[in-house]
């Protein structure tokens, strides 16, 4: 029976507010409570930065360096990682379902290396990605390119899916022969994924002007690592690109092609969510690299 003893005192504490605080994530106030809860599980809510260990690189480059095993190379670094950016075929096979961050999907393909990359087609259903429980979906954005068209709607039907099931898009910004990677290339590219729905983008860091790509973009940013090259130069370009803007990074060969790979990913983290200065993160990373 319901307690109906209307005269007993109850503290409601009537005078405190109910907290009405914002989402912590740029330009995501507006989205629905699944979609909010689902970026909480890519972006740390502390930092508001993400460390995204990518490595989707097999849905179009085969085996590549570093990738050759998965279940070896690349487990052992995913308890250091905020969320992991792969496919639907690695997921399945390889990453223990015990897993419990975000996963973005790789939800776009076709074309491998040896064809024109641009002409992607979206590559899972929705229904996929409810059952494999995904906090985002990421889409190749080819702007420029041959298929730009097609790569835009790719996303845009990609957004309108993400938003019925309360599942995030990430745009992919693709650079390729004919793409500038300048900052007005960088500014149109983001620029254009953010106003046709994206929840979050994926970028190249460029010197000068980085903040004009973050700052006219209204979603978050996080910048790919890009080709292999010096530790200390992965971290600076980590570090850059979180001073300038950045809400993190989606990494992949500068992490597992490093010569210490669950170190890098350490020292990558301090970066991303402490700002710590590189050449700090840089002697973590030599340290825990000897300590191996
Ligand atoms: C492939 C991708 C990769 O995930 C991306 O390039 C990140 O990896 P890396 O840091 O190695 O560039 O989106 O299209």
């Not at 190749?140 to 599942?167: A, K």
């Amino acid at each position: 029976m319901a307690d109906e003893d209307t005269t007993q005192a109850k503290d409601f504490q009537a005078d405190v507010p109910a907290p009405n605080d914002p989402f912590f994530l740029k330009g995501s106030n507006n989205l629905d409570w699944g979609l909010k809860n689902r970026l909480a599980n890519i972006f740390d809510p502390s930092s508001g930065r993400t460390v995204m260990l990518a490595f989707d690189h097999g849905y179009f480059l085969g085996p590549t360096s570093g990738l050759e095993r998965v279940d070896l190379d690349i487990v052992p670094l995913t308890p250091y990682a905020d969320t992991l950016m792969l496919t639907r075929g690695i997921l399945r096979t390889v990453i223990p379902p015990t897993y419990t961050r975000g996963i973005v999907l790789r939800a776009s393909g076709g074309p491998s290396i040896l064809r024109e990359l641009s002409d992607e087609q979206l590559a899972v259903s929705i229904e996929e990605a409810v059952r494999l429980n995904v906090a985002a979906l990421a889409v190749q954005v080819f702007i420029g390119s041959e298929h730009e068209t097609q790569s835009i709607h790719n996303m845009t039907r990609l957004v309108d899916l993400g938003n019925q099931y309360g599942i995030a898009t990430l745009a992919v910004t693709a650079v390729g022969k004919e793409m500038a990677r300048t900052p007005q290339y960088f500014r149109l590219a983001t620029r254009m994924c953010a106003e046709l729905g994206a929840t979050y983008i994926k970028t190249y860091y460029v010197e000068d002007e980085f903040e004009t790509v973050t700052a006219g973009c209204p979603v978050p940013i996080v910048i790919a690592g890009g080709k292999k090259i010096p530790e200390l130069d992965a971290l600076e370009l980590a570090y850059k690109a979180v001073q300038e803007g950045a809400a993190g990074v989606d990494m992949g060969r500068n992490i597992f092609q490093a010569d210490h790979p669950v170190a890098m990913i350490q020292a990558v983290r301090k970066v991303v969510h402490e700002d710590v200065k590189p050449a700090e993160a840089f002697e973590l990373y030599q340290t825990l690299g000897r300590e191996g």
